[in-house]
């Protein structure tokens, strides 16, 4: 595979991750029973699964997800906020979405409804860590704290997961149509690290 071709196949991911994440803004300020209905770990998965430098896999949705973090952030409290109590929590469980979409090797719709499974099972149980720690928690700083965290969270994950379905199957299901139109973003990558 050329390095035009690599570039234009990474280019076209990109746009695709930034489109998702772009989403994030189409209801924002309000809440509603919806809250967390959100491409992120849609993302994540996307990226894992299809950058094949492992460096583009993490960097591109990390960045994406801090970039519209920053947006949603700024509707929110008309400021500024880089990092919020907890984001160390989240963000991690982020990467480890990554990590999940890396293991996908063949995009159908069982690996992707077992890794939206998995990436929700891990946002679960990493970000709410992050509930019980930060400052001003409505959870005791205790294990059964953190239990009382995850029950609390049970309406938001299911969000998630029907949002990793949604935005999964669109991500995955797009691109892989597009490649069957588009021979450019196929990748082979024996051929890929022949030309590195």
Avoid: C
């Avoid at 949603?72 to 990590?99: E, H, R, T």
């Amino acid at each position: 595979m050329s390095l035009e071709k690599i570039n234009i196949r990474n280019s076209i991911l990109i746009l695709i991750i930034v489109a998702a994440a772009a989403t994030r803004f189409l209801h924002l300020g309000s809440f509603s029973s919806w809250t967390n209905f959100t491409p992120l770990g849609a993302m994540a998965m996307f990226g894992g699964a299809y950058f094949s430098d492992k460096v583009k896999a993490y960097a591109v949705p990390l960045i994406t997800l801090f970039v519209s973090d920053l947006v949603v952030n700024y509707a929110y409290y008309q400021k500024i906020v880089l990092f919020y109590d907890g984001a160390f929590w989240v963000y991690l469980s982020f990467i480890f979405m990554v990590l999940v979409g890396t293991f996908i090797k063949k995009a159908n719709f069982a690996n992707v409804l077992i890794a939206s499974v998995v990436t929700v099972f891990i946002h679960w149980i990493v970000s709410d860590i992050g509930a019980v720690l930060m400052v001003g928690s409505m959870y005791p700083k205790s294990f059964a704290g953190y239990l009382q965290a995850l029950i609390g969270a049970i309406p938001f994950e299911r969000n998630l997961l029907v949002s990793n379905l949604v935005y999964g199957l669109l991500m995955f299901g797009g691109f892989e149509y597009a490649k069957t139109k588009f021979p450019a973003l196929s990748f082979n990558k024996q051929q890929a690290i022949q030309h590195s």
